[in-house]
């Protein structure tokens, strides 16, 4: 690789040094400056003096990124250190995960997972079915949705990282966010340029919903912002999913359909209210299902169609669902008696469909607890799309209860007065009774204290919530 084409090739300006600084040039891998070893390449969103410093004594083969403060420029032309300045880092994210792929990887086969909701979920079970079918394979998702945003080079870094300790994969199965921003500015077409980045067979597309207040503010800019992922894909199969009017506009190549009931499409997978049927063949029955609500059955049949567009054979691919295990906080079960679910639904869609299943558990004399964790500092217009959510699923035996979780979160999820605010006028208004809890742990031991064995408690909500199996052991 020549530094001129990195930099002409991520729209760069290049400054200090015009050649890489290492003496051996580009190693190839693309990672974070602490991690960085001679002749890496660091991607950073800002960087400083101190960090133009830190480079300089790694040996690194250069710097690139969108924002350099305080003398970062004087300090690369001072140490004639190559600083490459782009003004959209995703161009360079997404030229680091080519590359590595194309480095590391170049004989696997590649799939991308997007959408609003459950992506997750339909990317985890696309890699156990094919992990499960004895091939090598690596996904980016984790519990945590850490990895799947792709604003820095921590996927490109996975990669390599892999393959020069286990040697050469025979899958990546890539999750991306629908929509994407740095700093409460969008990062447009994010999800379409990282798929054309990982160059994938199969791409899948679960739903069209709001999530992202801020970086986009109507449903038509989500749509807006996946509808460029189809030509992404290309050649490749896309996954769409037929219950979904937006999906449905999609402009696809070569579609490949999953569906809630029977359809007639040739090429489609589909769930007719007892068993998952492929060309008329049943491959699962409601029984071999590791889960029978509706939106993982959902995600199942997004990852069955997606196996079966890269070849699998129906029985190894009915193996590898049924001895499926959830990702932490995806309707995890925490406890028996009461029993405690926790799913990660932290935008409207996820919290009515979560409350909605967990309804269909409910015996007429059990209370369902709804523990809520507020979403901090995202902003009022996500909480106000979410309670208005809330109050869509509130029943007579359901109680609800609220958290800020003030003792668990960081400042960068720090509930603010007006998020609370718009919590608690919403359900006000709609004459809804709940509870609030500034801390998180004062708030599962007194609901837990309150259920009768015979109830249910359903924990909902992102970051405010994640901390709750490990504060429940402790109550318990």
Request: aromatic letters at 6%; one cysteine or more.
């Amino acid at each position: 690789m020549d530094i001129q084409d990195l930099a002409r090739d991520i729209n760069g300006k290049l400054i200090g040094n015009d050649d890489f600084f290492s003496i051996d040039g580009f190693t190839g891998k693309f990672t974070f400056l602490n991690d960085a070893h001679t002749g890496d390449i660091v991607i950073r969103h800002w960087i400083n003096a101190v960090g133009i410093q830190m480079a300089f004594q790694k040996n690194i083969a250069c710097l690139i990124t969108q924002t350099p403060k305080d003398d970062a420029c004087q300090m690369a032309e001072k140490l004639n250190f190559p600083l490459i300045i782009t003004d959209n880092i995703e161009l360079a994210n997404a030229y680091a995960l080519s590359h590595t792929i194309e480095k590391y990887s170049p004989k696997s086969t590649n799939v991308v997972i997007t959408g609003t909701n459950g992506k997750s979920t339909t990317s985890h079970l696309i890699y156990h079915i094919l992990e499960t079918a004895g091939y090598r394979v690596l996904t980016n998702t984790d519990s945590e949705s850490e990895f799947n945003t792709l604003i820095d080079p921590m996927v490109s870094k996975l990669i390599s990282d892999e393959v020069i300790k286990n040697g050469e994969l025979d899958y990546l199965v890539i999750e991306i966010s629908e929509v994407q921003g740095w700093l409460g500015n969008l990062m447009k077409n994010h999800a379409a340029l990282m798929s054309e980045a990982v160059n994938p067979k199969v791409g899948v597309i679960t739903n069209i919903a709001m999530d992202h207040i801020g970086l986009v503010n109507s449903i038509e800019e989500v749509f807006d912002e996946i509808a460029a992922v189809p030509e992404a894909i290309g050649d490749g199969v896309c996954i769409l999913n037929h219950d979904d009017e937006l999906v449905m506009k999609l402009d696809a190549k070569n579609p490949f359909y999953t569906s809630m009931s029977e359809i007639d499409e040739e090429n489609s997978v589909y769930f007719n209210g007892s068993d998952i049927v492929y060309r008329d063949e049943v491959i699962l029955t409601n029984d071999e299902l590791p889960f029978k609500s509706a939106h993982f059955i959902q995600n199942i049949l997004s990852a069955v169609g997606a196996a079966i567009s890269l070849g699998l054979d129906t029985d190894v691919i009915a193996e590898g669902v049924k001895s499926y295990k959830a990702l932490n906080r995806r309707f995890a079960k925490l406890n028996d008696s009461p029993l405690i679910l926790d799913d990660f639904a932290h935008n409207p869609d996820g919290i009515k469909a979560t409350i909605s299943e967990t309804k269909k558990l409910l015996a007429p004399n059990q209370t369902l607890y709804v523990v809520c964790s507020i979403r901090g500092s995202r902003g009022v217009e996500i909480n106000q799309l979410n309670v208005e959510a809330l109050v869509e699923s509130m029943d007579d035996n359901i109680e609800l209860i609220l958290s800020s979780s003030n003792d668990v979160v960081n400042d960068l999820n720090y509930v603010e007065e007006e998020e609370r605010e718009v919590f608690f006028n919403t359900l006000n208004e709609n004459n809804i009774k709940f509870i609030h809890y500034d801390n998180l742990n004062e708030c599962l031991a007194d609901t837990y204290k309150k259920a009768d064995e015979k109830d249910i408690i359903l924990l909902i909500g992102a970051q405010g919530m994640d901390p709750a199996e490990s504060l429940l052991d402790d109550i318990i």
